[in-house]
Nanobody, 125 residues
Framework: QVQLVESGGGLVQAGGPVTLPCAASGLTFTSYAMGWFRQGPGKDGEVVASISWSGGLTYYADSVKGRFTISRENAKNTVYLQMKGLKPEDTAVYSC??????????????????WGRGTQVTVSS
């Protein structure tokens, strides 16, 4: 049974920084690209960042480029999302997701196979 468990969310001040870890179990971690998805209030959801199985390929949405960094530790089956320069509009539920692919990591929600429940990040101004 695949489980993805996010942590590290909460109420944070504008500017950040905050790091969200996501621990994966029940899968061969190095067979999966990983991504972070967010769903803000009244907004369409988006994949904000994704990373290939080796960490050699990454993708960032324009809305977070230069502020967020995705990384992974395969030995710990964990993917991280480091967020800095946080703005109130970054307020959202952040979920990690796993995609069974070894090439370019996915940029859209439908490309992912497994999902975590998410963690709420609320940015106060």
């Amino acid at each position: 049974q695949v489980q993805l468990v996010e942590s590290g969310g909460g109420l944070v001040q504008a500017g950040g920084p905050v790091t969200l870890p996501c621990a994966a179990s029940g899968l061969t971690f190095t067979s999966y690209a990983m991504g972070w998805f967010r769903q803000g209030p009244g907004k369409d959801g988006e994949v904000v960042a994704s990373i290939s199985w080796s960490g050699g390929l990454t993708y960032y949405a324009d809305s977070v480029k230069g502020r967020f960094t995705i990384s992974r530790e395969n030995a710990k089956n964990t993917v991280y999302l480091q967020m800095k320069g946080l703005k109130p509009e970054d307020t959202a539920v952040y979920s990690c997701a796993a995609q069974r692919r070894r090439g370019q990591p996915g940029r859209t929600r439908t490309e992912y196979d497994y999902w975590g429940r998410g963690t709420q990040v609320t940015v106060s101004s």
